[in-house]
């Protein structure tokens, strides 16, 4: 199986709130589970950068999905690529702050065999 990652940037849409954005996160974790999709979203208000992986054709499907949802603005691919392996393979779709140990703790910063997660510590301090 080909394993791919993607990370991109978006802004939250103005009616999208707290209530919205986690009643879209029960989706979107149940969703992830039946696909095989693993992740997280980290949020620096209102801007989302968030990084998803999983089995090649289906995240493409699914990125195209989340790119027309209309729940967020100026959705722009930062990054894309083939992986090893999962890199938050525990995750179903983490809500992230994009700051500090809220955002990657150490222990996982030191476990980054492909430097995915440094990269996307680098997006989320640079873009966010
Ligand atoms: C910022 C953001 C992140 C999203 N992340 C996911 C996700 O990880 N998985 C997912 O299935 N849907 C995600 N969605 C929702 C999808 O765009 C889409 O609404 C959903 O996949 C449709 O699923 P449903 O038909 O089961 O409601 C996200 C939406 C937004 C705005």
């Known amino acids: 199986m080909c394993l791919r990652y993607v990370m991109y940037t978006s802004t939250a849409a103005p009616e999208l709130g707290d209530a919205e954005l986690l009643g879209l996160l029960v989706r979107a974790r149940h969703n992830n589970q039946a696909l095989g999709i693993t992740g997280v979203l980290v949020r620096r208000d209102p801007c989302?950068?968030?990084y998803l992986e999983g089995p090649a054709a289906t995240l493409?499907?699914?990125t195209?999905?989340?790119?027309?949802?209309?729940?967020?603005?100026?959705?722009?691919?930062?990054?894309e690529g083939d992986l090893q392996g999962r890199q938050f393979g525990e995750w179903s779709m983490d809500l992230r702050g994009a700051h500090g140990a809220d955002f990657l703790s150490d222990e996982e910063l030191a476990d980054d065999p492909e430097g995915i997660k440094y990269m996307l510590y680098g997006f989320a301090t640079t873009l966010l």
């Open 64 to 79: 195209q999905t989340i790119a027309a949802d209309s729940r967020h603005l100026h959705f722009q691919i930062v990054a």
């Open 48 to 50: 989302f950068l968030q």
């Open 60 to 62: 493409a499907t699914l």
